[in-house]
């Protein structure tokens, strides 16, 4: 049956007016989970890999992931694994496979010394970049209902990382990120390796193989804020640029507004630029598997322990009691 224009933009907004029955505060994980897997799939993933160049910009996580050479000589599997295990918690939520998926991520990163704070600055660019991503280029923007949940969605999974004072709202999450990267943003040379490596990695992805590398870098340097591009020491790009790579993307969301709403998920793992398991793969058998003591950002196994490591009051897959 032929539909209106006005109708068809009506049914492109019933998953919005669903979801705002929903309460966010107790359905947190259901919104979330169809907000990435249904409504916006590409801008989710896409404000994700650009959240991953603000933490190489804090010295203090871009210098250790450095060392640890996991980002740069085998970045094509730690990008892998870090989006299929948070696909694991999103798809099953936080049990089942959800459950192994954080226990596998909490077992790695007790291996690492890494403060409270870089761990909550991280946790934060997972609740704001993807906002800001889609007031700017999404087809439509985040309704306040859902801006919460995404926050408390993150909240739950730091809660089970055993990451202390978390942030209690969206706007919290806000201050946090662009207050500590008014103080730690920095240019670094191990930040700076770990970043070309995943924007070596970014132009493999289709459609972008198909461009020129200097013109998917100057497309991405164009995405990028003027303190991140300094902490990186990128160059601008030409401000025309700039410009037409941003419209590009303002257009994409108009265009998506008045396409059909998905009805199947949008799964990361079936990404044709997640190409580590042709064969599969067990959420047990994804990430690191370090032996020792703590790695610290020099590289030596310090045997001190991180600041994020699982107290007392937590499980040992890091349920902790509620903050």
Known sequence: ???????????????????????????????????????????????????????????????????????????????????????????????????????????????????????????????????????????????????AASANYYRELGRHMGIPDIPATWRDFETLLDEYEAAHFAYDPGSRSVADATLALLATFPPNHLAPRPAVDAFARSLMDAPLRRALAYPSPPKVVEALSRTALRLRGRFVRFMPARTEPSMFRDLPGVRSYPAGFTVEGLGTFPMGCPVTQGGDRSGTRPQHALRSDQLGDGTTTRQ
């Open 1 to 147: 049956m032929w539909r209106t224009p006005v109708s068809w933009l009506r049914q492109r907004y019933e998953r919005r007016d669903a979801l705002a029955l929903l309460d966010p505060e107790t359905d947190f994980h259901e919104i979330y989970r169809q907000l990435s897997l249904y409504e916006f799939p590409w801008d989710v993933n896409q404000a994700l890999n650009f959240a991953l160049f603000r933490t190489y910009a804090v010295p203090s996580i871009g210098k250790l992931l450095h060392t640890t050479g996991e980002f740069t000589r085998r970045v094509q599997k730690r990008y892998d694994d870090t989006g299929l295990l948070l696909e694991a918690v999103l798809e099953h939520g936080f049990h089942g496979e959800g459950r192994a998926a954080v226990r596998r991520i909490n077992r790695m990163h007790r291996s690492y010394d890494i403060s409270d704070d870089d761990m909550r600055y991280v946790l934060s660019t997972f609740v704001v970049t993807p906002i800001r991503w889609l007031d700017s280029y999404g087809w439509r923007r985040l309704t306040e209902a859902e801006r």
